[in-house]
């Protein structure tokens, strides 16, 4: 149904910016809800950011006012623009679709890239 590939992940000093990118395949991605997740060595995947077919954003605690969700529906490209870039921020960020009636981001559903590094340090 959808297959999703997330590119734009690195190694960044902390203070720097990264952007993510998700490119997604299918017809319907402009009704899809789509969220980015991480997940740190040791540590349960958990949500970033989401946004939903009507634009509405969510957002963690620990990126607010440092992380921005966007996406442009004629591309089916979902973005996660990173600013401020804590070590803390350092997992393996994954792209997450799933249908617009589920609203639950704290539940891991729907389907899954294959995940880029992002690395913060100095």
């Known amino acids: 149904q959808v297959q999703l590939v997330e590119s734009g992940g690195g190694l960044v000093q902390p203070g720097g910016s990264l952007r993510l990118s998700c490119a997604a395949s299918g017809r319907h991605f402009s009704i899809n809800n789509m969220g980015w997740y991480r997940q740190a060595p040791g540590k349960q995947r958990e949500l970033v950011a989401g946004?939903?077919?009507?634009?509405?954003?969510n957002y963690a605690d620990s990126v607010k006012g440092r992380f921005t969700i966007s996406r442009d529906n004629a591309k089916s490209t979902v973005y996660l623009q990173m600013n401020n870039l804590k070590p803390e921020d350092t997992a393996v960020y994954y792209c997450n679709a799933r249908s617009s009636l589920d609203r639950n981001w704290s539940v891991l559903s729907g389907y899954w890239g294959q995940g880029t590094q992002v690395t913060v340090s100095s």
């Open positions: 946004i939903t077919s009507g634009g509405t954003t």
